[in-house]
Nanobody, 127 residues
Framework: QVQLVESGGGLVQSGGSLRLSCACS????????IGWFRQAPGKEREGVLC????????YYADSVKGRFTISRDTAKTTVYLQMNSLKPEDTGLYYC????????????????????WGQGTHVTVSS
């Protein structure tokens, strides 16, 4: 049974940093990518970053380039989201998700192309 559990959210001031973790278990070998998604109040869920299983290639949304970094441990059991220079508009519920069905990162960034989701962790950035 695939499980993803996020942790590390919290309240931070504008310009601060947070590191989110996504603990992954129950994966078979053929998953394609894991991504971080966020949903701000009143907005649709959006893909923020994705990392592929095969070669570790990554996708970054323009809004987070230069500020956020996705990485994983060597065992591929934990995926991290390092968030620096946080802005109030980064506030939202952050989810990690795994995509088995995708074959491209540009597909995996679409929430509808992901098969398993964590419960989410809140990030609030105060101005």
């Amino acid at each position: 049974q695939v499980q993803l559990v996020e942790s590390g959210g919290g309240l931070v001031q504008s310009g601060g940093s947070l590191r989110l973790s996504c603990a992954c278990s129950g994966f078979s070998a053929d998953w394609y990518a894991i991504g971080w998604f966020r949903q701000a109040p009143g907005k649709e869920r959006e893909g923020v970053l994705c990392i592929s299983n095969s070669d570790g290639s990554t996708y970054y949304a323009d809004s987070v380039k230069g500020r956020f970094t996705i990485s994983r441990d060597t065992a591929k059991t934990t995926v991290y989201l390092q968030m620096n220079s946080l802005k109030p508009e980064d506030t939202g519920l952050y989810y990690c998700a795994a995509s088995y069905r995708s074959d491209k990162l540009l597909r995996a960034r679409d929430p509808n192309e992901n098969d398993f989701w964590g419960q989410g962790t809140h990030v609030t950035v105060s101005s």
